[in-house]
């Protein structure tokens, strides 16, 4: 396992998305309602003072130097699961920032038992996963591009993307009536694939490099709600769909070795010329589902995307 090299961070302004520390605190048996989903933070890093993150985003945070004037070192909340929060966050980030290097969508649920449905109605791992991941980076967009050549957006998948693809449609599973917990989480981080690549396709000519990737397994709050005694049958899904079930998959990494893969992304220049590359332990990989490659898909995706939240993206 790797950890990125001082020499190969750099100082830019940097977006990171984090989920709520408060998740550590919440009740394993508790169900959570579509109005009490976890908000989501996001911020421009370097001091997090006045709030409580995971020690995971700790590192994540001193790992990347960002060279701005203290005045512009703040935080801002919004729900990933609403629209309406999305879009405030946004607009302040669009009125606050002239220009935005690295854009790091990490934050995610994963494994929730119940279906549970967002504020505006869609299945909640696919609409915070992807879909608030996709209108946020949309509409910061300009400051992205303002950024010239080079700028990047991360966007944190996983090898969970093997355990579903997106459903097209019917991304809300017969309205719950299909409803799988691990399906869910892989349509949603399919789409974190796909989502970069049309990315790279939209807006390549304008200079914007985008990634996705697998940081590993991590202990963090992600899994907080999952209840071990589905673990068995998670690994026999990947099995099923011809993902090797052996200590690469069982294995957790240290926080140091979590963050490299995505400070990779976010930084390396070695990565430069592979722009919509998936990367796991911090080289590019070729283990990526074939339905998590098709770019006739993630076209039909994005534009699916655009329907949901009621707004085209032309580039």
Request: proline residues 4%.
């Amino acid at each position: 396992m790797r950890v990125l090299r001082r020499e190969e961070r750099t100082g830019c302004p940097v977006l990171l998305s984090l989920w709520s520390a408060e998740k550590d605190h919440r009740s394993k048996k508790q169900n959570i309602q579509h109005s009490k989903l976890e908000p989501l933070i996001q911020g421009v890093v370097y001091r997090y003072r006045t709030i409580e993150i995971h020690p995971f985003h700790e590192l994540l945070i001193s790992a990347i130097t960002v060279r701005i004037p203290r005045k512009e070192d703040y935080v801002v909340t919004l729900d990933l699961a609403s629209f309406d929060s999305i879009r405030h966050a946004a607009a302040e980030i669009n009125a606050r920032v002239a220009k935005l290097d690295v854009l790091i969508n990490n934050a995610g649920i994963m494994g929730l038992e119940k279906y549970t449905l967002t504020r505006d109605g869609l299945e909640a791992q696919f609409g915070a996963n992807h879909i608030g991941h996709f209108l946020f980076t949309n509409l910061i967009m300009p400051k992205i591009i303002a950024a010239g050549p080079g700028a990047r957006v991360v966007n944190l998948s996983s090898n969970g993307h093997w355990l579903g693809d997106w459903r097209g449609e019917d991304y809300n599973f017969h309205d719950g009536q299909a409803y799988d917990p691990w399906a869910a989480y892989g349509q949603s981080k399919t789409a974190s694939i796909l989502f970069a690549k049309s990315l790279v396709a939209k807006l390549g000519a304008k200079g914007v490099l985008a990634y996705s990737l697998h940081p590993g397994m991590i202990q963090t709050n992600l899994g907080n709600d999952v209840d071990l005694g589905v673990w068995p049958g998670v690994f026999a899904m990947f099995a099923a769909r011809g993902y090797p079930v052996d200590e690469n998959l069982t294995r957790f990494k240290t926080l140091p070795q979590g963050v490299a893969t995505t400070l990779t992304a976010a930084l390396s220049p070695e990565i430069v010329k592979h722009s919509g590359a998936y990367l796991v332990d911090c080289n590019i990989s070729g283990n990526v589902a074939r339905h998590a490659t098709d770019m006739d898909r993630a076209e039909a995706l994005w534009k699916e995307s655009e329907k949901i939240v009621g707004e085209s993206f032309a580039y």
